[in-house]
Structure formats: C-alpha cells, structure tokens
C-alpha cells in the first residue's frame, strides 16, 4: 500500500463493505483489527485518529512497550502465540487473547485474571491443518475438552474461534478451510450451550479478509493492506504462528476497564 494509513483503511473498510454485501451481509457485522505487529506507536496514533480501535499484537512484550505510548481508547487483541510463563501479563492490558491453544493455558489466564480481578475475552486457535510452524487444536477431541476447560473458567468469556489457514492453499481450499471453520463452531454452540457471547469468528487476513467474509468472518485481522509490508515479511497479520515471546516483565497495568467492554455484545448487532 502506498497511501497514508488513513487512506489505505479507508480503501479497506470499503473492500470489507464490499464483500460483506457480496455475501448479502450488514458491514456492521464485521469487526477490522488493525495489526500493528513490529510498527512504532507513531502508526497506531495514526490509525486511531483515523477511527480504528482495535489493534492486534503478536508478542506480549513488543505490545506493552508500545501501550505505553498510544492513547488509552485504543484495545487490544492478543493474537500470536502465547507463553504460559507471559500469561501473567496480559490481564488488565489486553482485552482479549485469541490464541488460547491449550488446557494449561486456559489455566494459566484464569488465575492471573482472578488475581487481576479482571474479566478476559478468549477464542479458541484452531489448526485444522496440522501445520508445525503454528499452534492451535487440530482434532476435535482436543476441542471439545479445551472448549469445557475454558467454560468452567469463571474469568474467562469465551467468544469463539480463530484460524488461518495454510497460505499456500487455492482460493477454493482457502473458502473450505474458512466453511469448516464456521461449521465447527455451529457445532460447538449445540453442544455446549456456551451463550450468545460465544458468536465470533476470527478468520481472514489483508490477503483473503474478503473470502472469509463470504464464509461468516465476523472478525478479519489486516496488517499490511493498513501499515504496509514488515520488511518483506508477508501477512504480518498471522496471529497463531509460533513467534517467540521476548523482553522484560511489564512494569504496571493499563487500560484495564476495557477487558470487558465488549463481552456483552451480541453478533450482528455492532455499531
């Protein structure tokens, strides 16, 4: 993208406006993170002051740093892999993870966020293609159990699922990963019952948000179409994948009233 980054969201709120009525769907319905992953908080401010709001991180540490110098309204998603041993930092500084891919860590932010006396929304990682560079739950088993572990935990709101798939697939392979997806999750609300809460569907990125779109994205996750290219990294925007968490220990809490602001919506009803 070569416009500024007001300009390039705007092209990309009129391109999820776009898909959205090509799959004969109100845009409200779609929720855009901006991800910010490796960009200075110059171009979060820069977003922000264009109306986005929600940012997705992949590295716990990078994310703090950067909290610290962008204002307060903006929230933020957790998207990348998550240490459990960095758990303890996210509770009152994120508002949501999206790549809960274990019982032990599903534990792990429950107590932190007990301790923090703060709520935290949480989706479920899917890898339905068992693919070794990223994390996620690959068989149904294994989801039905994490499903159950993170109902159970009173702190945690389960919100629904999130996934990429393999970028090399076809454009056809890619709507089937997006359909099985959403299949999976119909699934899980007749099994378990978990509330209406439980409706997003975190799928799609700069380089097939529209695809999704058409397979029941509520959620797309778009870095470059936004920010630009990270150094000839393409598709930024893969939270799931295996990153490596580094740094410090965060030295206070912010924004934490936001954990929960969102909890209560209902899909389809957004703003």
């Not at 903006?74 to 994120?94: M, T």
């Not at 925007?237 to 809490?253: D, K, N, V, Y």
């Amino acid at each position: 993208m070569s416009g500024s980054i007001a300009e390039n969201l705007a092209q990309v709120r009129e391109r999820i406006a776009t898909a959205a009525a090509q799959a004969g769907r109100p845009p409200r319905e779609i929720t855009l993170i901006a991800v910010s992953k490796t960009k200075p908080p110059q171009a979060v401010a820069e977003a922000l002051a264009a109306g986005q709001r929600i940012f997705g991180e992949n590295r716990v540490q990078e994310a703090l740093e950067k909290m610290a110098h962008v204002p307060a309204e903006a929230e933020w998603h957790l998207i990348g892999h998550l240490q459990r041993n960095k758990s303890r930092l996210v509770p009152g500084s994120f508002s949501a993870v999206q790549s809960v891919d274990s019982e032990r860590l599903a534990h792990a932010l429950e107590g932190h966020a007990a301790a923090a006396g703060r709520g935290l929304d949480v989706f479920i990682q899917l890898n339905l293609g068992r693919e070794a560079t990223k994390s996620g739950v690959a068989t149904l088993a294994e989801l039905g159990r994490l499903v159950e572990t993170v109902l159970g935990c009173p702190n945690l709101r389960l919100k629904g699922v999130m996934t990429l798939p393999d970028p090399t697939l076809s454009e056809a392979d890619t709507r089937r990963h997006f359909a099985e997806v959403r299949g999976l999750q119909e699934k899980l609300s007749a099994e378990f019952a978990p509330g209406p809460q439980f409706c997003e569907l975190s799928m799609g990125m700069s380089h097939d948000y529209a695809l999704a779109i058409a397979e029941g994205a509520t959620m797309v996750r778009v870095g470059s179409a936004i920010f630009g290219e990270r150094g000839g990294e393409r598709g930024g925007e893969r939270g799931g994948e295996r990153s490596g968490e580094h740094g410090a220990q965060h030295s206070g809490q912010r924004g934490s009233e936001r954990g929960g602001e969102r909890s209560g919506e209902i899909c389809g009803a957004r703003p």
